[in-house]
């Protein structure tokens, strides 16, 4: 299930949907990228990177080259911009419009999901029994954007010396499916409404992308951020 | 008295669905529903079979659209009676034809337009993104109806200000005036030929085509593709 759904904040202000990702099934890869709100147009990079890393080879299962190319996509695209003109100012600016997004990133490999992350989200888990959970990925810190490797110490607030990807692995053994999902379905995660939660892991389990669009159309005020799953 | 229940349930599903195509047999989010009024008055005799092949090449021409997922439709055909069905996909869609008896045009607006709402509104509950247009077909104008002239504009009015589509296809030009009387947005006035019947389902098709493809409901250009 691929999901990219606008969020009610954003319908409201007119402002883009500000996520992007994929699901490649015949590469066991899954994406979700979440553009920071105060850039004006995070969604651009966030696409970019989509598209750049969905053109490489993603069939491997060794995570060294898995992050290169996460590495490799991350260049390419900040590469659009940096190039375009070598001034300070326009790059600074261009990082903070275009680049700052979080990415999340599932290689099903022979043994393992293996799960790389830079920057907060969910991570959606299936066990064997197929019941459903989520862990989050969020350690109260400011966001983490891959975008703060590529500028100066001092050009940045925040994670001077860089940032990495977080790394985590779940065995074959013991869950079905792993998955990852932008932060904005932390309203449905942590809603009061049982039923309503309820009703949201059903469809997830389904596997049926028309309906969990139509459950978050339903529920469209709930929904205050945008929304991107890849399970 | 009756000696059964009318009323048929099947588990699970609203009576809407049974009538129309269930929510679950649906995979999209955005649909389009459009409802095809089918003039059948004994007026139509000659054009049996160009109706009947007209029928089928604009089943065809959706079918074998990239929308076709995504397109829901209705076959109402009215004559001295009206018989409405539900809204289904286009491959249960009915291509026969035989004519015989009045017009009850207005009828069938009247309780098409209102069928048309309900299920709208049914789908728009379960979190759909929903467009429709209302297309009527006719050769001639009402005879028969237990609806009045003002019921039918009451109903196309409704239609109109909810941003449905609202087409009329006039086969011999009898019914042009009625159409503007009773409020059709889009007008397709056809001369009354096998080559021009043909081309009216021809253009039917394509505006639906276009119509379903666009994200906002095309209510006054209907037949302009």
């Not at chain 2, 009318?6 to 269930?22: C, F, H, P, Q, S």
């Amino acid at each position: 299930m691929f999901v990219n759904k606008i969020g009610y904040h954003h319908i409201e202000d007119g402002s883009n949907n500000q996520d992007y990702g994929f699901l490649i099934q015949d590469k066991k890869s899954k994406l979700v990228c979440d553009g920071c709100s105060e850039g004006k147009n995070s969604e651009v990079g966030a696409k970019l990177f989509s598209y750049a890393l969905s053109s490489m080879e993603l069939s491997t299962d060794d995570i060294l080259i898995v992050l290169n190319n996460l590495e490799e996509a991350f260049k390419r695209v900040s590469d659009v911009f940096f190039t375009v003109k070598k001034d300070m100012n326009f790059i600074l600016k261009a990082a903070r419009d275009y680049l700052c997004f979080t990415i999340l990133f599932v290689k099903e490999c022979e043994n393992y999901f293996r799960v790389l992350n830079c920057g907060d989200g969910y991570i959606i888990l299936q066990d064997k029994s197929g019941e459903i959970s989520f862990l989050e990925l969020n350690d109260g810190e400011y966001p983490k954007y891959y975008i703060y490797n590529f500028l100066a110490e001092d050009a940045v607030k925040h994670y001077k010396s860089g940032v990495y990807f977080e790394y985590k692995s779940f065995r074959k053994d013991d869950y079905l499916n792993v998955g990852i999902a932008s932060d904005g379905i932390r309203f449905i995660v942590n809603s009061d409404d049982e039923a309503l939660k309820e009703e949201f892991i059903k469809i997830l389990k389904s596997g049926k992308e028309s309906a969990m669009k139509r459950f978050i159309n339903r529920n469209q005020k709930l929904f205050n951020d945008d929304v991107t799953i890849s399970f | 008295m009756s000696n059964y229940d009318e009323t048929v349930e099947i588990d699970g599903l609203d009576e809407m669905e049974t009538i129309n195509t269930a929510i679950d047999d649906l995979d999209t989010e955005s649909i389009t529903l459009i409802f095809t009024g089918l003039d059948r008055s004994g007026s139509m005799q000659t054009y049996t079979m160009e109706m009947a092949q007209a029928l089928n090449e604009f089943k065809d021409a959706l079918t074998n659209s990239k929308e076709a997922e995504e397109i829901l439709i209705a076959r109402a055909d009215f004559s001295n009676s009206i018989n409405i069905g539900g809204y289904k996909k286009i491959a249960d869609y009915d291509t026969s034809y035989s004519a015989a008896g009045g017009t009850a045009l207005y009828d069938v607006i009247v309780e098409g337009a209102a069928k048309l709402k309900e299920y709208m509104e049914f789908l728009k509950k379960e979190g759909m993104r929903v467009k429709a247009v209302f297309a009527i077909f006719t050769d001639g104008e009402d005879n028969g109806s237990y609806s009045s002239l003002s019921s039918a504009r009451d109903s196309i009015r409704d239609l109109n200000s909810l941003e449905i589509t609202t087409a009329f296809i006039s086969f011999g030009g009898v019914a042009d005036t009625i159409s503007k009387k009773i409020g059709f947005k889009n007008l397709l006035p056809v001369a009354s030929s096998a080559t021009e019947l043909r081309n009216a389902f021809n253009c039917l098709s394509k505006s639906v085509i276009e119509a379903s493809k666009s994200v906002v409901s095309t209510q006054d250009d209907f037949f302009s593709i």
